[in-house]
């Protein structure tokens, strides 16, 4: 049975302890490394499935690693860091993370970010093999008839929903900014665009969601962004 192999990035020997215990009790593969020219070396050679990252490097800053490695490779990135400021997670999202976990944090819920990540992984791999249909619980999107349906009845979106939508959930598990949502949909990134992507958001769950007001789907992320959950 194949043990998924995780990269931690980490230079304190008090979390770094903490992550590889509990990889340990998972039953994961792990190699480690404590600043960024190593992470970037081992992120080439060890083949990670996921990497965990701190930002707080001692030869450099965690985001820039981000960037290298989003250069060649789309693999999760999950970021641990003590930086609790909204615009720290912005930035290190923007630059391609997947995810970000603050120090401290519970064991229950760190599994369960790099769960969601390795799922995404496994996810991207097979897309080939599933062909141009998304399924998630009762969401299913067909890319190549431009149409969504829940429970097999097909909802009637406008062309932005249905573009949110895509790119949400071909990025399931993923925590997009509001910044990414925007260039890629409007091509542009601008503050004042906020408000109105909310409104397109809301209209948007009340479309796919039993419940707007507790979404299955669509979890928001306050003052950073949305993510797909996978059902």
């Known amino acids: 049975m194949y043990k998924p192999k995780i990269l931690v990035v980490e230079d304190d020997p008090a979390i770094s302890n903490l992550i590889?215990?509990?990889l340990d009790t998972q039953n994961y593969q792990y190699h480690?490394?404590?600043n960024g020219s190593s992470a970037i070396l081992d992120a080439v050679s060890y083949k990670p499935d996921v990497i965990i990252l701190d930002l707080g490097l001692p030869d450099m800053?965690?985001?820039d690693i981000i960037k290298k490695v989003r250069g060649w490779s789309n693999l999760p990135i999950i970021v641990v860091s003590a930086r609790s400021e909204d615009q720290d997670k912005v930035d290190a999202l923007d630059a391609g993370a997947d995810d970000y976990l603050t120090k401290?944090?519970?064991v229950d819920e760190f599994l369960a970010r790099l769960r969601v990540a390795l799922r995404r992984s496994h996810t991207e791999e097979t897309a080939g093999e599933e062909g141009s249909v998304y399924n998630n619980g009762e969401l299913k999107i067909d890319y190549a008839?431009?149409?969504a349906y829940i429970r097999d009845t097909e909802i009637h979106l406008t062309p932005i929903e249905y573009k949110l939508l895509c790119l949400l959930a071909k990025n399931t598990g993923k925590v997009l900014t509001h910044n990414y949502i925007l260039r890629e949909i409007w091509g542009s990134a601008l503050e004042s665009d906020i408000p109105s992507l909310r409104v397109f958001m809301a209209t948007l769950r009340k479309k796919i969601?039993?419940?707007p007001s507790s979404p299955r789907y669509i979890q928001t992320h306050v003052g950073i962004g949305y993510r797909m959950i996978r059902q």
Request: aromatic share 6%; glycine share 12%.
């Open 104 to 106: 401290p944090f519970s």
């Open 20 to 22: 590889r215990t509990t």
């Open 61 to 63: 800053d965690g985001v």
């Open 145 to 147: 008839a431009g149409c």
């Open 32 to 34: 480690t490394a404590k």
């Open 209 to 211: 969601e039993t419940n």
